[in-house]
């Protein structure tokens, strides 16, 4: 398969602080693909580069722990949503027409076709490429998607390191959607209870605007589980199957979910 076995991963996973004291990545290259390139060069780690693959219920912290997770391996956060949610803001004549109908499936929650998300993925293969790693976040969504990447990776030579899949019952995960707010500017993640900014809807790290998302409404919230259920939970077979798979509880604080995530990463 081309990919480390459990036991191969030499990789520090820090248990405090972010690498170096720099500023986050800007993402450009991730958030608007072609040839837009990021401002700051990777932090290339000591030992190798982590390749996450993310995944759980929508609403699970996933954006949290990416957060997170990011500041300290010294990776980058590459979401298929912030792609959506960045695109949004452009300009109408700014949006190809399949942008376009790609916002239309994200405002009711249902996901963009196969086609459209792989086009955009493989106008930002430098980013896989990274020398700094990467973690995908909401992507890949479904079994084509997954075999999709697995087929890129293997062409590119990329080696996975694990695939997290976060898990917590469905009434805690629709609790934490409705208090969910994410920076205007930056994209970073609060919870209005769990995680609150410093000042009330102003972000710690860019002082940004916060937002509730247009698909944190319940209707939306509904059809987004809805697809989850039926098109994202086969990948937790999909890459057990490979032997990356490591499924961690979601429950309890930002913090104790990542010590989790480093403990069972580090016994690997
Ligand atoms: P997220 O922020 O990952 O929850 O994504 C927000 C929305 O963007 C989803 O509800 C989908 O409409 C769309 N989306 C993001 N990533 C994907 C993907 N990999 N496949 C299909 N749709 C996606």
């Keep these: 398969m081309g990919y480390h076995t459990p036991m191969n991963l030499t990789q520090i996973f820090p248990e405090h602080g972010p690498v170096a004291n720099l500023p986050k990545h800007d993402r450009n290259a991730w958030l608007k693909g072609g040839g837009a390139l990021c401002e700051m060069p990777p932090r290339v780690p000591q030992g190798q580069a982590w390749r996450i693959v993310l995944l759980g219920a929508p609403g699970i912290g996933k954006g949290t722990q990416a957060e997170l997770l990011c500041e300290r391996l010294g990776t980058c956060q590459l979401s298929t949503g912030d792609i959506f949610r960045n695109a949004k803001c452009l300009q109408e004549h700014e949006q190809t027409p399949s942008m376009k109908d790609a916002l239309g499936f994200m405002r009711q929650g249902a996901l963009v076709p196969d086609t459209t998300v792989l086009g955009l993925i493989r106008d930002r293969l430098r980013c896989l490429r990274c020398s700094g790693g990467f973690l995908l976040d909401g992507f890949p969504r479904t079994v084509p998607q997954a075999e999709a990447l697995e087929k890129i990776l293997q062409e590119e030579n990329i080696q996975l390191s694990a695939v997290l899949n976060y898990e917590l019952p469905i009434e805690r995960i629709v609790a934490r959607i409705s208090g969910r707010r994410t920076c205007s500017k930056c994209k970073a993640v609060y ?77 690997r």
């Excluded at 410093?198 to 209707?219: N, T, Y």
């Excluded at 199957?241 to 979910?257: H, K, M, N, Y």
């Design 191 to 267: 919870h209005v209870a769990n995680r609150p900014p410093k000042v009330a809807d102003v972000c710690d790290h860019c002082g940004g605007s916060l937002f509730q998302r247009e698909d944190d409404r319940p209707e939306s919230v509904e059809v987004r589980m809805k697809a989850y259920a039926t098109s994202t939970s086969p990948l937790i077979n999909f890459y057990q199957q490979r032997g990356l798979l490591l499924t961690i509880s979601a429950d309890g604080s930002p913090e104790e979910i990542y010590q989790r995530t480093r403990l069972l990463a580090l016994g």
